[in-house]
C-alpha cells in the first residue's frame, strides 16, 4: 500500500536509529532542525504520488503484484518505465530544489534484481527468489531503501584485502548457518537516517583474493550495530538560526552521513550476493548506470535555478539586458541538453534476461559526465547575473533589527515594487543551490556522485564502438584495408 | 457532436516540466463541461473521450487504460478555455487531435 507523506514521518519516527552529529546523539532524528529538511524532501517522493497529477509518473504497477505501487519501488519494465524515471526526477527535482534522495534505492533495487538473476543462472543459487521476496516487502510497505555501495577505500592503490585496516572495505567476518556477520562502513550515504531500509552493495570489481567483500545484502536501517554519523554541509547552521531567509530553501535539503555496520547480523533470506566475487564489478556496474540516468534530477534542479537567475534579473532591472538574456539562454540550453541525455539512455533502454529493462549505458556515462560539468557553468552564470550581493547580504537578523533594518531596507532596494525582503529570499535560494547545502547536492554530488567523471570517461572507452567508426571514416575516404 | 450524452474523463500526464497549471485548467474544464448537457464527467473506468490535461506538447497520457476512447490532449490554457469548441469540431475522429 503507497504510504502518505504523513504516514511516512510517522513511520520514521518508529525506527530507532543510531544517529550522531557534531559529536552528539541525536535523540530526535526526525525534528532536529538541520536534518527535518531532509525529511520533507523525501516526504515529497510520497505525498506526488497521491496528486492526480502527478500519478502518471509518481506510480506504476508492480509487476509481482498488479498492484499500484510507488514508482521509486518498481522495477522497470519498458524502457516506457525508464523514460518516466528521468522524467519524475526532473519533476521532483524541480519540486524540492535538493536531492530527494530516494533514487539510490530504487536503482539499488533495480540491478539487484538482475545480478541476483544472473548469479543465480551461473550457480544454481536462489538469490534472486530471497530478492523477489524482498522487493514484494519493500513495494507493500513503500519502503525507502538507502542504496549503500561506497566503501571509505583506504589507499586507492591497493585492493581490498590488502588494505592496512581490514574494515576499509565493508566485509563478512563470520558465515553462520542462519547468515553472516559484516563489518565495515559505507560513506557518503545519501537520505541514510530517512530511510527504512539500507541496501549494501559491494563498491569495485574483486577477485578471488576479495572474496570476503564481495557481498550483497539488506537490513532495516535500525539494525542492531548500525551507526549513523551525519556529514556536515557548507551553510548548515543557518538552520539552526532564528528567521528562514539565510536558509535559501527553508523547506527542503539533502543529507549524507557515514554508515558503520560494527560486526552487523544478516540472516540468509536477507543476503543477495555472498562471496560471488565476479559479479560484484557486475553489480556496481548495473547500479551506476541506473543511477547516471538517475541525475536527471539535477535537470528539476536547474530548472528553480534558472529561475531563480531570471527573478534576480528583473527584480534589479537587469532582465533586457542582452548578455544577460543570452546567459539565460545558455542556462536553458545547458540544462535541457542534460534532460535530452537522460530521456536517450532511457528510451533506448533494454531487457535483460532477468526481464527487467537497463539503461543504454554508454549514453547514461555520457550523460552523467556532462552532469559532471554542466550544474558547475549553471551555477557561474547564476551568480554572474545574481551579482556579489548574493554573498555579501547581511543576516535577516540585521534586516530585522531596528537599527540596521531601515538602513538595509534603505540601500537594498531595487525595482519599484519589489520587496527587499524577496530580493534577499531569490540572493539565498541562489547562494544555497550554487554554494550553500544545496550545492552539496547540485554541484560535488552531481561531480562524485554514481561515479566521479574518470569513471564515466572509463565506461565511455569501454563502450564506445571504434572499430565500426573507423570502418565509416575508411569506407568514405575508399581506404581497403583488405588490398 | 451526437446528441447522446457523451462520458468524459479528465486524466492528467505526470507533469514532470509543465509549462503551466494544469490542476487550475483541469478545473476550468470541469466546470465547463458540467455547465454542458452534451458531456457527463466520470472518474473511473472508460469514457467516450479523455480528455488528457498535459504539461507540454509531448502528451506523453497512455492511452491503454481507456480502450477506444476518444484522447483529447490539452496542452496549454488557451486549449482548456476552448475545451467545449474543441470537443465539439473534433466530433467523434477515430484518431487524436492536435490542438
Known amino acids: 500500500m503507497m504510504m502518505t507523506a504523513e504516514a511516512y514521518e510517522a513511520s520514521l519516527r518508529r525506527l530507532n536509529l543510531k544517529v550522531y552529529m557534531f559529536g552528539q546523539k541525536v535523540s530526535n532524528v526526525v525534528d532536529h532542525p538541520i536534518i527535518r529538511p531532509s525529511m520533507n524532501a523525501v516526504a515529497r517522493t510520497y505525498e506526488l504520488a497521491h496528486r492526480p497529477e502527478h500519478e502518471a509518473i509518481m506510480t506504476a504497477t508492480s509487476h509481482l503484484t498488479g498492484k499500484k505501487i510507488n514508482r521509486f519501488t518498481h522495477i522497470h519494465q519498458s524502457t516506457d518505465d ?38 543465480d543462472a551461473k550457480y544454481g543459487t536462489e538469490y534472486n527468489k530471497r530478492f523477489v521476496r524482498y522487493l514484494e516487502y519493500v513495494q507493500e510497505n513503500d519502503l525507502t531503501c538507502d542504496g549503500a555501495m561506497t566503501d571509505p577505500k583506504g589507499d586507492r592503490s591497493l585492493p581490498p584485502h590488502k588494505q592496512k585496516d581490514p574494515d576499509l572495505y565493508l566485509r563478512v567476518v563470520e558465515v553462520k548457518n542462519d547468515g553472516i556477520v559484516v563489518r565495515g562502513a559505507k560513506a557518503h550515504q545519501t537520505g541514510a537516517v530517512n530511510s527504512h531500509e539500507v541496501i549494501v552493495m559491494p563498491t569495485i570489481s574483486m577477485r578471488e583474493a576479495d572474496k570476503d567483500y564481495a557481498v550483497s545484502f539488506a537490513l532495516p536501517s535500525d539494525a542492531e550495530g548500525i551507526t549513523y554519523i551525519m556529514g556536515r554541509q557548507s551553510c548548515d547552521t543557518r538552520k539552526l538560526e532564528m528567521g528562514t531567509i539565510d536558509r535559501g530553501n527553508p523547506f527542503f535539503g539533502g543529507h549524507e552521513a557515514l554508515v558503520v555496520f560494527d560486526d552487523v547480523f544478516v540472516p540468509n533470506d536477507r543476503i543477495f550476493m555472498l562471496k560471488e566475487f565476479e559479479f560484484a564489478g557486475h553489480l556496481v556496474e548495473r547500479f551506476a548506470s541506473y543511477h ?48 535530452c541525455g537522460s530521456l536517450a539512455c532511457a528510451a533506448t533502454g533494454h531487457k535483460e534476461p532477468s526481464g527487467t529493462y537497463y539503461v543504454n549505458n554508454l549514453l547514461a556515462n555520457v550523460f552523467k559526465q556532462n552532469v559532471t560539468r554542466f550544474p558547475y557553468e549553471l551555477s557561474r552564470l547564476a551568480q554572474d547575473i545574481a551579482g556579489g550581493l548574493m554573498v555579501t547580504l547581511p543576516s535577516e537578523q540585521d534586516f530585522n533589527d531596528p537599527e540596521t533594518g531601515p538602513v538595509l531596507k534603505k540601500y537594498f532596494q531595487t525595482r519599484e515594487g519589489v520587496l527587499p525582503e524577496n530580493r534577499a529570499r531569490i540572493l539565498r535560494l541562489i547562494e544555497n543551490i550554487s554554494l550553500g547545502t544545496a550545492a552539496v547536492g547540485y554541484l560535488t554530488e552531481s561531480m562524485h556522485g554514481a561515479g566521479s567523471p574518470q569513471a564515466q570517461r572509463i565506461m565511455i572507452s569501454r563502450l564506445a564502438n571504434m572499430e565500426e567508426k573507423k570502418k565509416k571514416a575508411k569506407a568514405l575516404c575508399d581506404i581497403r584495408d583488405d588490398e | 457532436m451526437n446528441k447522446k450524452t457523451q462520458s468524459v474523463r479528465i486524466v492528467f500526464c505526470g507533469g514532470c516540466n509543465a509549462g503551466y497549471d494544469r490542476v487550475a485548467a483541469a478545473a476550468d474544464i470541469r466546470r465547463r463541461l458540467k455547465a454542458d448537457e452534451a458531456f457527463i464527467l466520470i472518474d473511473e473506468g472508460r469514457p467516450d473521450i479523455v480528455v488528457a490535461v498535459c504539461g507540454c506538447t509531448c502528451a506523453c497520457v497512455d492511452g491503454r487504460s481507456f480502450g477506444n476512447a476518444r484522447i483529447i490532449p490539452v496542452t496549454d490554457e488557451r486549449a482548456a478555455r476552448d475545451i467545449l469548441t474543441i470537443l465539439k469540431k473534433a466530433g467523434a475522429p477515430s484518431v487524436p487531435i492536435a490542438i
Do not use: P, W
Not at chain 1, 526526477?89 to 536503482?107: E, H, K, Y
Open chain 1, 292 to 339: 547516471r540516468q538517475s541525475y536527471a534530477c539535477k535537470v528539476g534542479v536547474g530548472d528553480v535555478l534558472i529561475g531563480a537567475a531570471q527573478t534576480i534579473a528583473e527584480y534589479n532591472g537587469a532582465e533586457k539586458a542582452h548578455h544577460i538574456k543570452d546567459k539565460i539562454v545558455e542556462m536553458n540550453h545547458l540544462n535541457e541538453s542534460l534532460f
Open chain 1, 82 to 119: 525508464l523514460v518516466k524515471k528521468t522524467r519524475m526526477g526532473r519533476l521532483l527535482g524541480g519540486a524540492t530544489g535538493c536531492c530527494f534522495q530516494r533514487c539510490v534505492g530504487m536503482d539499488s533495487l533495480n540491478a539487484l534484481s538482475m545480478t541476483t538473476f544472473d548469479i
